[in-house]
C-alpha cells in the first residue's frame, strides 16, 4: 500500500507543486496593497483669522440686516500650506477646499496612506490644539484626543510645533467623516470653526463630477453651513444636468438638524427621502445624477435653524451643447 501511495504522489508531484504555486501567488497577492495605494500628503496648520460669518449684512429673504460687530469673530482656523509650511495655499472656487470653515478636505481612497502634518501658528491665544480624525485607522499615537497622562504631543500641539499623524484608509472608511480639534480647548476650538470635511471613495469607486461640503454649525448664535449664514452667504452650488453630484452632509456642535434639498431625493434605507437627520459629528452623502435644471434650496428643515441662517442655493443649469457630462469623473468639481 506504502509503496502504492508513493508512487501515486511521485506521479502528481509536478501538479502539486503547480498547485501550491497558484496557492502561494494568491495568498502574496492577498497580502499585497492594492496597485493604487498612494502615500498622501497634507500639510495643515491652525492659523488666526478674523470670520465674518454674515459678510453681505443681510438676510434676503427677511429683510433683517446685521452690523460687521455683531457677526464677526476673532478665532482660529485650519489652513492648507504647500510642503514644509512654505506658504498658504490659495481657496479656490469649490467648497471644502480652503475655506477656513471647514477646513480642507482630506480625501482619501481605500489602500491610501494618508500623512497629515500639523502645524500650531496660534499666536492669538496661545492655545495648543490638534487634529482627531473620524473614519480612518490609526494608531493611538495618531488620535489627536487629550487625555491626561495617556496622550502625547500629538493630542495638545504647543505653539509653534508640529506633529504628523499618520492614517490608514481601509474598506470600513469609505464615506464621509469629520475632522475637528480635540486638544485641552476643544470646545472654544469648535465653537470658533475648527473643524473639517474627511471623503474616502472606495478603490473602485468613481469620482462624481462634483462634490459639496454641506456643514451644519452654529456660530455667534447664527445657524451656519459652512461658517456663513443666510442666503448670498452661505455656499451657492453649481452643477449641470447629466452630471454625477455628491453632497457631504455633516453636522458639529449641540444640536440636531436635517438636510433637505428642493426638488430632489435619494435612495435611503431601500426607500427613497428627500430630508434626513444628522447629529453631532455624524455624516452621511448624497450622490445625484443630476436632471432637473432650476435654483433649488438646500437647508436645515429645523424651521427656526432655517430661519437663522441655515439655508443656501443650488443652481442647476441645463446641460452645455456638446458636453455629454455623464462620465462622473469629468468636469471639476464646483466649477460655475
Not at 495617556?150 to 504628523?164: M, Q, R
Not at 454641506?214 to 445657524?223: E, I, M, R
Not at 453636522?251 to 447629529?279: Q, S
Not at 424651521?303 to 457630462?325: C, D, P, S
Request: charged share 20%; hydrophobic share 40%; proline share 7%.
Amino acid at each position: 500500500m506504502s509503496t502504492r501511495l508513493g508512487a501515486k504522489i511521485r506521479q502528481n508531484t509536478p501538479a502539486l507543486r503547480r498547485l501550491l504555486l497558484v496557492v502561494g501567488v494568491v495568498f502574496a497577492l492577498s497580502l499585497a496593497p492594492p496597485a493604487h495605494a498612494r502615500t498622501v500628503h497634507y500639510w495643515i496648520a491652525a492659523v488666526p483669522e478674523t470670520w465674518n460669518v454674515v459678510p453681505s449684512g443681510q438676510d434676503p429673504i427677511s429683510g433683517r440686516t446685521f452690523t460687521p460687530e455683531e457677526t464677526t469673530m476673532q478665532t482660529v482656523l485650519y489652513r492648507k500650506f504647500t510642503r514644509g509650511w512654505g506658504r498658504q495655499l490659495p481657496n479656490r472656487f469649490f467648497s471644502g477646499d480652503n475655506d477656513g470653515i471647514p477646513g480642507p478636505t482630506i480625501r482619501a481612497r481605500v489602500g491610501d496612506t494618508v500623512l497629515v502634518h500639523f502645524k500650531n501658528l496660534d499666536t492669538a491665544f496661545g492655545r495648543p490644539h490638534s487634529m482627531h480624525f473620524h473614519g480612518f485607522r490609526y494608531r493611538f499615537s495618531s488620535d489627536g484626543s487629550f487625555i491626561p497622562g495617556e496622550s502625547g504631543i500629538g493630542a495638545a500641539v504647543p505653539p509653534g510645533e508640529s506633529v504628523t499623524y499618520r492614517l490608514q484608509a481601509v474598506p470600513s472608511s469609505v464615506g464621509v467623516w469629520p475632522y475637528h480639534d480635540h486638544g485641552p480647548a476643544m470646545q472654544a476650538s469648535i465653537g470658533g470653526g475648527m473643524y473639517g470635511a474627511i471623503s474616502i471613495r472606495g478603490a473602485r469607486e468613481r469620482r462624481p463630477t462634483r462634490e459639496f461640503v454641506v456643514f451644519f454649525a452654529n456660530h455667534l448664535g447664527l445657524h451656519t453651513v459652512n461658517g456663513r449664514a443666510f442666503v448670498g452667504n452661505t455656499p451657492t452650488f453649481r452643477a449641470r444636468v447629466g452630471e454625477l453630484v455628491q453632497f457631504n452632509v455633516l453636522a458639529i456642535g449641540e444640536e440636531f438638524h436635517t438636510f433637505h434639498l428642493h426638488g430632489h431625493r435619494w435612495r435611503f434605507a431601500d426607500e427613497f427621502i428627500d430630508n434626513r437627520t444628522v447629529g453631532p459629528a455624524e455624516s452621511f452623502r448624497v450622490r445625484i445624477r443630476e436632471d432637473v435644471p432650476g435654483a433649488w434650496l438646500y437647508h436645515c428643515h429645523v424651521e427656526f435653524h432655517q430661519a437663522n441662517g441655515m439655508i443656501g442655493l443650488y443652481r442647476v443649469a441645463r446641460r452645455a451643447a456638446g458636453r455629454a457630462g455623464t462620465s462622473g469623473g469629468a468636469g471639476v468639481a464646483g466649477r460655475p
